[in-house]
């Protein structure tokens, strides 16, 4: 069984530009979170999605948003970047996302911010 | 807010010991996960801890949350080398997902 993919690995961009990363969950997993981890501010919890919905969202600028698609497939997008949006992003996936099953996590993608 | 406490942030063990982390948090919660990450590594989950008293092993790890307490302890029973990782522990608190700043574990021979 395939795991958590997310791609691209890894990522530079210069400030200002808008970047889009994509998760692929384990088949017949639907929910996808999506986090952020940085040596300064360490992980953070960007957002849930499942069944194409958002169901939570941590605390970040509206630059930051996402979506997923009917084959769970999730994609997130971050706009005007700053240079504090470099960071290792993973994408995780669960059966259901009830917060009860463990989740899988995909090798993440490494974004640099010149 | 939540806030998410983990002890210590750095520990050295010799192999064959045992240690604890704690995991201390500030408001109620039910639901508490542990993972781990080696180094240049993404997570792993390795617990999933949903009600006060809830006990969790595998191998040498294992996992306990007092939810009137808000804590949760992650111990480790006679310490081998490929334990070496950083832990975090995680807490959502109706919808409010924190992490706690991670434990690096060395494992010494």
């Known amino acids: 069984k395939a795991g958590v993919t997310q791609t691209p690995r890894y990522l530079i961009k210069t400030r200002g530009q808008q970047v889009t990363l994509s998760c692929s969950p384990i088949?017949?997993?639907?929910?996808v979170s999506w986090y952020q981890q940085t040596p300064g501010q360490g992980l953070q919890f960007l957002f849930e999605y499942f069944s194409e919905t958002q169901r939570n969202k941590g605390n970040f600028p509206g630059r930051f948003s996402g979506r997923q698609f009917s084959n769970s497939r999730s994609e997130m997008n971050v706009s005007t970047l700053e240079l504090g949006d470099s960071a290792l992003y993973l994408c995780?996936?669960?059966?259901?996302?009830?917060?009860?099953?463990?989740?899988?996590f995909g090798d993440g993608t490494r974004l640099s911010i010149l | 807010e939540l806030k998410v406490e983990q002890n210590p942030l750095f520990l050295s063990m010799q192999e064959g010991k045992n240690y604890t982390i704690y995991c201390n948090y500030s408001t109620t919660s039910d639901r508490l996960y542990w993972y781990r990450q080696d180094p240049g590594k993404s997570l792993e989950s390795l617990f999933v801890?949903?009600?006060?008293?809830a006990v969790k092993q595998e191998g040498r790890l294992m996992a306990s949350l007092d939810t009137k307490a808000r804590l949760s302890t992650l111990h480790i029973t006679a310490a081998v080398h490929d334990l070496s990782a950083t832990y975090f522990c995680a807490v959502d608190a109706y919808n409010d997902m924190r992490f706690g700043a991670g434990t690096r574990l060395t494992v010494k021979p």
């Open positions: 801890l949903l009600s006060n008293g």
């Open positions: 088949s017949g997993h639907r929910s």
């Open positions: 995780a996936s669960s059966l259901e996302g009830t917060g009860s099953q463990p989740q899988h």
